[in-house]
């Protein structure tokens, strides 16, 4: 079974910054580097939103919205993947969660985290 605990969140101001973090565990005949992550993020007045993607070759892919903004980061051997949050606005205010997959498995998903921007 593949776990992800997701920590990171919190309130900061607009053109703060904030680091998330998703520790995946798989220890049934799965390597961590063998899954493409992700991270979403929901807001209540909007749906679900794809923010960010890296996958198992490390090609990263990010939403129009945060582009130049955030960056999307993992280091296999910690089983972790970041993602780097800058110049914050309050429009990405939003409880964000980081997903693994593969084309024949999951997705699985974290518990959420929430981020809120606000002056």
């Known amino acids: 079974q593949v776990q992800l605990v997701e920590s990171g969140g919190g309130l900061v101001q607009p053109g703060g910054s904030l680091r998330l973090s998703c520790a995946a565990s798989r220890t049934i005949l799965s390597v961590f580097w063998t899954y493409n992550m992700a991270w979403y993020r929901q807001s209540p007045l909007k749906q679900r939103e794809l923010v960010a993607t890296i996958t198992s070759g490390n090609t990263k892919d990010y939403a129009e919205s945060v582009k130049g903004r955030f960056t999307i980061s993992k280091d296999n051997s910690r089983k972790t993947v970041y993602l780097q949050m800058n110049n914050l606005k309050p429009e990405d205010t939003a409880v964000y969660y980081c997903?693994?997959?593969?084309?024949?498995?999951?997705?699985?998903w974290g518990q959420g985290t929430q981020v809120t921007v606000s002056s």
């Open positions: 997903s693994a997959y593969t084309p024949s498995e999951g997705p699985y």
